[in-house]
């Protein structure tokens, strides 16, 4: 069956450092994938697309890699801010698949 | 109305009470979905629906049904609540499916006693 993979130990990091967040999946080949963020006490917000034929793709201070042949997602925040401190979700997606969510990872930014 | 609509923001139920969640769109996305999310858990497919008048079955139907009889609005309905439903639902839309941005609702606070 389908298994998505991220840490489940929350990250922590200090201020103007850069978080990765790391996304495996198995026994799937997702031709897209989406990475969202999530605040306590709300839903999940779309944060950025990556298809199977990119190799990376940035937003703003985001960059996400997608590495097919690894079956992994690389997702950064570069100068973060405590204000990026959230839950992160990946969601491998395509063809026949419908998004599934990863369990998430909580990203926590010290001042 | 902008984006999703859930409808109520919480409820505590009675095991064995019947009871619906509202889920309601005004970006007239074709495709529709309701998840659950347990601490630990992560976010969970419960029902889908790629267009009005079709649903499909998620990772966690079993107790769950939905409808789907226009664009706008996908309830789900819990026949006979037990106390595993307590959870957040939440509801969600998309232009299409697999490749397009999903767009989440608030949530629905649902504890079963």
């Known amino acids: 069956s389908q298994k998505i993979e991220q840490n489940s130990e929350a990250l922590n990091i200090q201020e103007g450092k850069t978080a990765t967040l790391t996304c495996n999946y198995t026994?799937?080949?997702?031709?897209?994938l989406q990475w969202y963020r999530q605040d306590p006490g709300r839903g999940p917000v779309f944060l950025l697309l990556?298809?199977?034929?990119?190799k990376e793709k940035r937003k703003e201070r985001l960059k996400v890699t997608f590495d097919t042949t690894l079956k992994q997602s690389l997702f950064h925040i570069t100068a973060s801010q405590p204000a990026d401190s959230a839950t992160y979700l990946c969601a491998p997606s395509g063809g026949s698949y419908i998004p599934t969510f990863g369990r998430g990872t909580s990203l926590i930014v010290h001042p | 109305i902008a984006g999703i609509t859930q409808a109520p923001t919480s409820q505590i139920l009675a095991a064995g009470r019947r009871m619906t969640l509202r889920c309601t769109q005004d970006m007239r996305h074709n495709a529709m979905y309701w998840y659950r999310q347990d601490l630990g858990l992560g976010l969970r497919l419960i029902h889908y629906?790629?267009?009005?008048?079709?649903?499909g079955k998620g990772e966690v139907p079993d107790g769950y049904s939905v409808s789907r009889a226009n664009t706008d609005d996908f309830p789900l309905t819990l026949a006979s609540a037990v106390p595993s439903q307590t959870s957040v639902y939440f509801c969600a839309s998309s232009d299409g499916t697999s490749s397009y941005e999903q767009y989440f609702g608030p949530g629905t606070r649902l504890t079963v006693t």
């Open positions: 990556i298809r199977e034929n990119e």
């Open positions: 026994n799937y080949s997702p031709a897209y």
């Open positions: 629906s790629n267009t009005a008048g079709t649903t």
